[in-house]
C-alpha cells in the first residue's frame, strides 16, 4: 500500500479527555477504519474526544458523516467530540457545510450535571461502583400479581388477568401482553418489564417482534397480567459500576453487590447497562392457550433460549427483585441467581443494539425513555443462570451501567 494511502491514528490522554491525531487522507476509504477507531475508545469508555486533524489533508462527505455521527452519539450521552485542530483544506470543507461552529470549539466534562458528586466509591475485584444517595424515604411499595404456579397448570382464564397501569414511577415484570382485554392478549401472552414510565413485551403469537409502550402527558402504559412483581415509588440509591479493562461484572455478583450496599434484605433493581454477554429466556407460547411444558423435550417449544456470545455488546434496560431471604408469598416469584446458598431473584431485561452509557448521575424515568425513543428494542428476556455442565451458557455479564435501587420491606396482593 502507498504512503499516501496510509493513515495513523495516535491516542493521548488530558485528564477526562481523550486526544486523537488523525493523519493521512480521510476519504471513503478511509472513514470506515476511523470509524471503527472512534467506536472503540468511546466502547472502552472515553467520552469526551478531542481530535487534532491539521495533518488531515483531505476530507470527503464520508469522512464528514463519520464526524457528525461521533458527535452526536456522545453529545446524547452528555459526552463531547470537538475538533481542536484542523487544516485550512479541513477546516474549509467543515465551513461550507455549517459545521465549523458546531464541532469546533473545547471539549471537557459539561458543567451542571444534576446530582452532584457520589457519596462513596467502592473497590470491587471487577472495578469500580459509586454511590449516589437519592430519596429520603426508605422503600418502595411492592404488589404481587397472580400466582406463577398457574401457567404450568393449565387452569388460566380471564380470572387470572389484571389491568395494571406503569407510570413514571413503576419497576414491574412478568407474563402480560398489550390489548384491551383477557380475551384480546389471550395468544399473546410473554415476558414484559416496565421500567420509568416505559414498558416492553414479547408477543408469544408467532411474530416474535417485541412492542413497547412510553408514558407521555396523560399516557400511562396499560399491561394486561397474568402474573407479575409490581413496585412503585421512588429509588433510595443510584449505583455507577464500571469494569476494569477486559474484566466483567457477572448479574450475581452485581445483585449481591447491591444488596450488600443497601443493607436490605430485599431489593428492587431497575438497570440501564452495557452487557458483554446476555444469557435468558422467552416463552414461545402463550400459557393462556394450554399448560406450559418445562419437561424435555417438550421445553423446546415453549421456550426460546438466547445464549448471547461473549464479546457482542448490547445495552439493556432492567428491572426485578432481589432477596436473601424472601417472604412466602414473594417466594414462588423467585429463582436462585447461582445456587444455594445465595441470593434468589427475577430479572426481566428489554435488549437494544449496544449503545454507550452516559457517565455520572442519570436519573431513571428520564433515561428509560431516552433509551426506548432512540434505539429499536430487539427482544424482552428472562434473565437466567445457565449452569448445565459443558454445554451451559453462564449469565450475564456487564461492563459498565447504572442501578437504581430501594429495599421492600413487605409485600402484598395487588387488586384490580
Not at 452516559?358 to 428509560?368: D, I
Request: charge should be negative; hydrophobic fraction near 40%; aromatic fraction near 6%.
Amino acid at each position: 500500500m502507498s504512503p499516501e494511502r496510509q493513515m495513523e491514528v495516535t491516542k493521548q490522554q488530558h485528564g477526562n479527555v481523550l486526544e486523537l491525531s488523525i493523519k493521512g487522507r480521510l476519504d471513503n476509504y478511509w472513514s470506515e477504519f476511523l470509524s471503527e477507531r472512534l467506536n472503540t475508545v468511546v466502547n472502552d469508555g472515553a467520552h469526551h474526544l478531542r481530535l487534532d486533524l491539521s495533518e488531515v489533508n483531505y476530507l470527503s462527505s464520508a469522512g464528514i458523516g463519520v464526524l457528525v455521527r461521533i458527535h452526536q452519539q456522545l453529545k446524547a450521552i452528555q459526552g463531547t467530540f470537538v475538533i481542536d485542530k484542523a487544516s485550512d483544506r479541513v477546516r474549509a470543507v467543515l465551513k461550507l457545510v455549517a459545521l465549523e461552529s458546531i464541532l469546533f470549539g473545547t471539549a471537557s466534562r459539561p458543567a451542571g450535571v444534576p446530582g452532584g458528586s457520589p457519596t462513596q466509591t467502592l473497590e470491587i475485584e471487577t472495578g469500580t461502583i459509586d454511590v449516589y444517595n437519592l430519596a429520603a424515604a426508605s422503600s418502595m411499595d411492592c404488589h404481587l400479581i397472580g400466582d406463577p404456579r398457574l401457567i404450568y397448570s393449565g387452569s388460566v382464564d380471564a380470572s387470572n388477568c389484571q389491568t395494571r397501569q406503569l407510570s413514571d414511577s413503576s419497576i414491574a415484570l412478568g407474563l402480560g401482553a398489550f390489548g384491551a382485554n383477557y380475551d384480546d392478549c389471550r395468544s399473546r401472552f410473554g415476558e414484559f418489564v416496565g421500567v420509568g414510565g416505559c414498558c416492553a413485551y414479547l408477543p408469544t403469537d408467532g411474530t416474535s417482534v417485541p412492542d413497547y409502550l412510553v408514558s407521555a402527558e396523560k399516557f400511562i402504559p396499560e399491561v394486561q397480567v397474568l402474573y407479575g412483581i409490581e413496585c412503585h415509588g421512588a429509588p433510595t440509591q443510584l449505583l455507577r459500576f464500571e469494569c476494569r479493562h477486559d474484566a466483567r461484572l457477572p448479574l450475581r455478583e452485581l445483585v449481591t453487590q447491591c444488596l450488600k450496599i443497601s443493607g436490605a434484605n430485599t431489593l428492587v433493581i431497575a438497570m440501564l447497562a452495557e452487557a458483554s454477554k446476555v444469557v435468558g429466556a422467552a416463552l414461545s407460547s402463550s400459557p393462556a392457550v394450554a399448560a406450559a411444558r418445562m419437561d424435555f423435550p417438550h421445553v423446546r417449544d415453549w421456550i426460546s433460549f438466547l445464549p448471547a456470545a461473549a464479546g457482542v455488546r448490547s445495552t439493556l434496560v432492567m428491572g426485578g427483585i432481589a432477596s436473601t431471604d424472601p417472604w412466602p408469598a414473594l417466594a414462588p416469584f423467585l429463582r436462585p441467581l447461582d445456587g444455594d446458598p445465595g441470593p434468589v431473584g427475577h430479572f426481566h431485561t428489554a435488549l437494544f443494539p449496544h449503545r454507550p452509557i452516559q457517565r455520572g448521575f442519570l436519573e431513571l424515568a428520564a433515561t428509560a425513555h431516552g433509551m426506548f425513543q432512540s434505539q429499536a428494542i430487539s427482544s424482552v428476556l428472562h434473565l437466567l443462570n445457565d449452569r448445565r455442565p459443558i454445554t451451559g451458557a453462564g449469565e450475564t455479564t456487564f461492563v459498565r451501567g447504572a442501578c437504581w435501587i430501594a429495599a421492600i420491606d413487605s409485600c402484598r396482593g395487588a387488586t384490580s
